[in-house]
């Protein structure tokens, strides 16, 4: 089974009529790998949706798309709090093999959305505690940056994704109000994903309105032209 996640988002007129809907499957690898490769001070970091699943998980793999809230009351108060927009630190145990750990969440926040997903950073308290009177500030400091970092990560990837979106919704929008001379850029005709499958269903689209209006051009052609022979035997009788 592949995992994915869906991004979708409405389709309006000029006046802010209601169109339709354009959503995108993505895989959810670019982000487990993401996630996979951050281990601060040998921890690991975990991506939960502001639902409380699991996205994508570093310390293990098989938590994904499990209920995180379902963990202890110490994830139910992270993923309560950081969905609201709030950093949260605190000290928990990790799933897998109980350890305390120091839990570092801060909210990832999905673009032009009011959605907050989670993004938690766990340090072994080991590790905090080997330096702990000289170096507990850089420790803090540095877990922030890793998790900066990997939001940046993420965010590239969503800016990216939803750049693509609203550009077939601007397409799709033109093409609701009537404009069937469109250009869709090759770039987006060329790609082999997700994306390229849905801007050449636009472009089908695209082609199957102007053989429609063609068709109903000629018909309507055929039409007057019966009229006007007609007329013109009745001219002819009169």
């Known amino acids: ?125 080991e590790k905090i505690l080997e330096s702990y009177n000289k170096v507990f500030n850089i420790i803090i400091f540095s877990a922030i940056v890793s998790l900066l970092i990997v939001i940046f990560a993420i965010h590239i990837v969503i800016k990216k994704m939803t750049k693509d979106i609203k550009y077939a919704e601007m397409k799709m929008g033109l093409l609701a109000q009537g404009n069937l001379a469109i250009e869709l850029e090759p770039k987006y005709l060329d790609r082999n994903d997700e994306i390229g499958s849905m801007f050449k269903s636009i472009s089908h689209m695209q082609k199957s309105f102007k053989e429609i209006i063609t068709g109903v051009k000629n018909e309507c052609d055929i039409v007057l032209e019966s009229v006007n022979v007609t007329k013109e035997k009745i001219d002819d009788l009169n």
């Open 1 to 125: 089974d592949v995992s994915m996640i869906s991004l979708a988002m409405p389709i309006l007129d000029g006046t802010g009529k209601f169109l339709g809907v354009i959503s995108l499957d993505y895989k959810l690898d670019t982000l487990e790998k993401i996630v996979l490769e951050k281990t601060p001070l040998g921890g690991s970091v975990e991506l939960i949706s502001n639902q409380g699943i699991y996205v994508a998980s570093g310390e293990e793999p098989t938590l994904k798309m499990k209920d995180a809230k379902q963990n202890s009351d110490i994830w139910a108060k992270i993923i309560s709090e950081t969905s609201q927009g709030k950093e949260f630190y605190t000290y928990g145990n990790k799933v897998t093999n109980g350890k305390e750990v120091l839990m570092v969440a801060y909210p990832v926040n999905l673009e032009n959305t009011k959605t907050n997903w989670i993004l938690c950073s766990q340090i072994p308290k």
